[in-house]
């Protein structure tokens, strides 16, 4: 199957947008999804969404002066178009983060392809592209996080050559927000 | 919180790379804490370049007592948190605090806390909704400090792993 990978820019917000709603359902969370393209919340079949939970902006952190992220997607051709009409059917987003024993990092913050579009290697080209920028930056690795029951994804990671590192040295991803982090920073 | 002693925020000001050519030992020493000793390849050279220029990869921030406070070896700096801003899709901006580290004789006084309380003030300043980072599960004194303070173990809660690609199958991914 015919399809291309190249940088984000801000006109595919609408799409990245759609698609972080499609992998939260994926991963089950979609309730927990705040993230908008600009200003209006998604519009989804899902009753659970509540509309104008918007807080944060796509266009603003992502394609302004100093963005939070950066992101790539996956076209396919007109003729390979979903039934919906979208050709952009998978994306990656990533930042750059650091480790500070071994220094430059990238972290994959999402991976998604559309389900028809799986199996084609359409995400192996999406995470090898991430990797390529990292080194490209001067980065020593690439990580990222999966669900321990996402099997498919941790497999798929696996198989690449990536390890675990909540199984193998007991790292633990804790997370300050809400009401605790406003009272975190007024102590 | 005690008050004989005050933080100093990092800025870009290269006056403050004194702090980070010091910033070393103390990294080699949360390394040594962490049984991880032979991990550690970053050199204060990398720490220069990628935390104090133009687009830098992480900032610091540094806990100091006064010199008549100072350790047996003569340091003021006795503790430091790495930063650097970070994303989530689902709820945009955030925060992640890379490293957090007090030297043992000045723990169990506030400095940690107050360390940690500046990142989540500066991450809420820069409109983060969130504030991450992770701990070693045998770690049981950070833990229970983390927990403590309002943090929440998503690895435990949500079965969030972390997952990592390095050397010669990061070389090998790109070229895929």
Redesign the interface.
Known sequence: MDFSIRAANVDDCKDIARM?ME??EYEK?SD????TQKGASCSSSDSRLSPGTS???LEQ?GFSKNP??HGIIAEVPEQHKTKEGHTKIGYA?Y??????????AI?M??LYVMPEFRGKGVG??L??KV??L??AAGC??????????NKPS?DF?LS????????T?????????G?????????
Request: with cysteine; aromatic share 16%.
């Open positions: 972080i992998l939260a969370v927990h999804v705040k993230v807080d944060a902006d952190d939070f992220f987003l930042f750059y983060a650091y480790s500070s024993w071994s220094g430059r972290y913050e999402d192996k080209a995470m090898s990797a390529q990292g080194l020593h690795q690439l990580n990222f996080a999966v669900l321990d029951w941790m990671y690449q050559g990536c390890f675990d590192i909540t199984d040295m007991g790292y633990h991803c804790l997370r300050c927000e009401e605790a982090l406003k009272h975190l920073a007024q102590l």
